[in-house]
T-cell receptor, first 114, second 109 residues
């Protein structure tokens, strides 16, 4: 069975500093990995995905994520955080071949302060 | 949210009553999904449908029912058998990735 772990319930960072939101996964074969962001009382918005190729994936709003197969990680990063980045972030995985049954992590609340 | 509409945004229900949440799409996608979101638990799959007139149970289907009579519509009924129905419900489409609706917050009073 596939699973995703987001070990931090909340991450606090000062505006202008780099941010990292951690994600590790467990899945058979080569995974498809995703990051989504959720603002209060809204649906999830797609940020980026890794399917194959370059381990560094660039996505929306200046976010990027690095796929590390040996550590089974897919951490989300941004070089310079903005207050408007404050939101709930979800990592998700689906098995090899894509398919369409995503398994989500429990989410990490990002708080960016002035 | 990109051609997928959930209604209502907020819903209140008395204990013992069934309630139906609406999910409509105009993107002509086959696959539709219902997720439940609770604080600290992420999203959990309730039901999904990959084609009209067919649907499958997800991880937490007990106390819920769905129908897929039209490609555009995938309503979710929360029945009185659902022990703890208060949650945020999200509908999603799949085609090379998920597109989510804006959600319905259900509160049992």
């Amino acid at each position: 069975a596939q699973s995703v772990a987001q070990p931090e319930d909340q991450v606090n960072v000062a505006e202008g500093n780099p941010l990292t939101v951690k994600c590790t996964y467990s899945v058979s074969g080569n995974p498809y990995l995703f990051w989504y962001v959720q603002y209060p009382n809204r649906g999830l918005q797609f940020l980026l995905k890794y399917i194959t190729g370059d381990n560094l994936v660039k996505g929306s709003y200046g976010f990027e994520a690095e796929f590390n197969k040996s550590q089974t990680s897919f951490h989300l990063k941004k070089p310079s955080a903005l207050v408007s980045d404050s939101a709930l972030y979800f990592c998700a995985v689906s098995p090899t071949g894509g398919g369409n049954k995503l398994t989500f992590g429990t989410g990490t609340q990002l708080k960016v302060e002035l | 949210d990109g051609g997928i509409t959930q209604s209502p945004k907020y819903l209140f229900r008395k204990e013992g009553q069934n309630v139906t949440l609406s999910c409509e799409q105009n993107l002509n996608h086959d696959a539709m999904y219902w997720y439940r979101q609770d604080p600290g638990q992420g999203l959990r799959l309730i039901y999904y449908s990959q084609i009209v007139n067919d649907f499958q149970k997800g991880d937490i289907a007990e106390g819920y029912s769905v129908s897929r009579e039209k490609k555009e519509s995938f309503p979710l009924t929360v029945t009185s058998a659902q022990k703890n129905p208060t949650a945020f419900y999200l509908c999603a489409l799949y085609s090379r990735g998920y597109t989510f609706g804006s959600g319905t917050r259900l509160t049992v009073v």
